[in-house]
Nanobody
Framework: QRQFVESGGGLVQPGGSLRLSCYASGFTLDYYAVGWFRQAPGKDREGVSCISSSGLGTNYAEPVKGRFAISRDNAKKTVYLQMNSLKSEDTAVYYC?????????????????WGQGTQVTVSS
C-alpha cells in the first residue's frame, strides 16, 4: 500500500523541540512535493509547511515561521519537520501528504498518500 508513514511525535514541554519524519512507503518520493498538515482537537486540518520535489522550494504557515524547518532526503525517502520553540497551540496530530505544489498550504483530502499521523503534545 502506498502511503506516508509519520513518526517522531510525543510529549514535550513548551519551548522544547521535536523532529517529525514522514517516510514514503511503497513509492518513490523523488517526484512529489510534500506537505505537512496538522489537526488539533475540534479544529479543521490545516497546512503547516511544504517542500518541493527538488527541496529547493519551501513554504510555511505564519504561526510556525521561524520555528519550524522542513527538509527532505530523497535517498532515504523521508521528509522531516524540525519543530523548535514549541507552544501549547502546536498540539495536534501531524500528517503528511503528496501535494501538487507549495504555493499554497490548503488542505485537500484528495491529496496523495495520507498517513495515519503522529501525535504531538506540548504541555508542562
Amino acid at each position: 500500500q502506498r502511503q506516508f508513514v509519520e513518526s517522531g511525535g510525543g510529549l514535550v514541554q513548551p519551548g522544547g523541540s521535536l523532529r517529525l519524519s514522514c517516510y514514503a512507503s511503497g513509492f518513490t518520493l523523488d517526484y512529489y512535493a510534500v506537505g505537512w498538515f496538522r489537526q488539533a482537537p475540534g479544529k479543521d486540518r490545516e497546512g503547516v509547511s511544504c517542500i518541493s520535489s527538488s527541496g529547493l522550494g519551501t513554504n510555511y504557515a505564519e504561526p510556525v515561521k521561524g520555528r519550524f524547518a522542513i527538509s527532505r532526503d530523497n535517498a532515504k525517502k523521508t521528509v522531516y519537520l524540525q519543530m523548535n520553540s514549541l507552544k501549547s497551540e502546536d498540539t495536534a496530530v501531524y500528517y503528511c501528504a503528496g501535494v501538487p505544489g507549495c504555493r499554497y498550504l490548503d488542505y485537500d483530502p484528495a491529496y496523495d498518500f495520507w498517513g495515519q499521523g503522529t501525535q504531538v503534545t506540548v504541555s508542562s
